[in-house]
């Protein structure tokens, strides 16, 4: 198993461009998640999946959009990347949400915006 | 609302023992998790609680006390490996389907 796999590794945009951050997961896990990291805070929720065809925001989903056509791949789309937007992307996924249910991360995917 | 407390960075020995401490409010409690992150990777899974007590796992333990909403992480016979930060995670049945929330993480040096 590859377990979750993230790209690209790094990625430099300028102000206004779009891209998408693509996640995919081999383990046949129901849920799926999009963090942001940031130097002395807390990883912060996007967006998550709960299955094929059902997402939802979390903490911080302003400026992203994603899709879950597959129980395999949930990528996420930056629209028009702004300077806030520089961070390192990590995507989870989880067999579920309750009980001891731990997350496996993709190795991250770090963001530059200029 | 919820928060997360650690602390920021800790040192300790090669060998010693260390105690990495953990206080959160919740309106739902669901769970504490503890995620080791060593620097340019992921967090991996180390330990979760969910009753009060101590959880061992080999060099590594984890305690929780849901009354006083705290938890620490214990690390024993540290090895330089251990230089790594470690982040606290509370499950909140309050937060949208039972979403984590995550501390900043401690950052944990370890000298020779």
């Known amino acids: 198993n590859a377990g979750v796999t993230q790209t690209p590794k790094f990625q430099v945009l300028k102000t206004g461009q779009s891209m998408t951050l693509q996640c995919a997961q081999d383990m046949n896990h129901e849920y799926m998640s999009w963090y942001r990291q940031d130097p002395g805070m807390g990883l912060r929720l996007i967006h998550y999946?709960?299955?094929?065809?059902?997402?939802d925001q979390g903490e911080v989903p302003n400026g992203y959009n994603v899709s879950r056509s597959t129980t395999e791949d949930f990528p996420l789309r930056l629209l028009s990347a702004a300077p806030s937007q520089t961070s390192v992307y990590f995507c989870a996924s989880s067999p579920g949400l309750a009980d001891s249910y731990e997350q496996y991360f993709g190795p991250g995917t770090r963001l530059t915006v200029t | 609302g919820q928060n997360i407390d650690q602390p920021t960075e800790m040192t300790a020995t090669e060998g010693a023992i260390v105690q990495i401490n953990c206080t959160y409010q919740t309106s739902g409690f669901n769970g504490l998790f503890w995620y080791q992150q060593h620097a340019g990777e992921a967090p991996t899974f180390l330990s979760y609680n969910v009753l009060d007590g101590l959880e061992e796992k080999g060099r590594f333990s984890s305690f929780l006390s849901r009354s006083k909403g705290y938890s620490y992480l214990l690390l024993k016979e540290l090895q330089m490996k251990d230089s790594a930060s470690y982040l606290c995670a509370v499950r909140d049945r309050g937060v949208s389907n039972y979403q984590l929330i995550w501390g900043a993480g401690t950052k944990l040096i370890i000298k020779p």
């Open positions: 999946s709960v299955g094929a065809g059902i997402t």
